[in-house]
């Protein structure tokens, strides 16, 4: 919920800059939801969400993955890349004792072998602290590269897994929460990604 208001605001100084001539209108920034999910508390070895996107989100997935700009129908808009963003990301005091982090890849659910799975990015308490320090309490991972090996099969549904590597400590069992996840999607911008 933080993130959308903030989302609206810095849209909001960003069309007051442009109508006051202070930014060109061409660097406005737009994105799209695809799919998302709320709640997720990261606990155990592995954790896996399945997010469904419809046949002309996954094309246009593809379209990204293979580097050219893609478009939805009835959206006027050039997206250049697609971005996993996870929301209101915390630790939990097990979890803040650290000595693990979680693998993020990304399948297309039909065909998730583990050959076949991208990693999209870590998270861990390193990165939540960093992120913490700078005031966000979101992380976004740029899906190109991991979108980039997907064969021609449907995308939907598409696998976000969490894959732990390292261990807690402390004795409090394998299976304590860790990190707790307020809201999760994928999406297209129409940034380039990184």
Do not use: C
Request: glycine share 14%; hydrophobic share 45%; aromatic share 8%.
């Amino acid at each position: 919920m933080r993130s959308l208001r903030r989302d609206r605001f810095r849209r909001f100084f960003l069309l007051l800059a442009a109508a006051l001539g202070v930014v060109p209108a061409w660097s406005f920034a737009a994105s799209v939801v695809l799919a998302s999910g709320s709640m997720l508390t990261l606990a155990g070895a592995q954790h896996t969400v399945a997010l469904k996107v419809n046949a002309a989100q996954g094309a246009a997935l593809r379209q990204i993955a293979h580097g050219r700009p893609a478009s939805l129908p009835g959206d006027s808009a050039s997206y250049r890349s697609a971005l996993l963003v996870l929301d209101d990301v915390e630790l939990t005091a097990v979890g803040a004792r650290g000595g693990y982090f979680y693998k993020i890849y990304l399948t297309p659910a039909g065909d998730a072998r583990a050959t076949e799975q991208q990693l999209a990015g870590t998270l861990g308490p390193f990165e939540i602290a960093a992120a913490r320090k700078r005031g966000a309490a979101s992380m976004s991972y740029s899906l190109g590269g991991a979108l980039g090996s997907f064969g021609d099969g449907p995308v939907s549904p598409l696998a976000v897994t969490f894959q732990r590597a390292g261990s807690t400590g402390g004795g409090d069992g394998a299976d304590a929460a860790l990190i707790g996840i307020g809201s999760f999607r994928v999406e297209l911008s129409t940034e380039a990604g990184n």
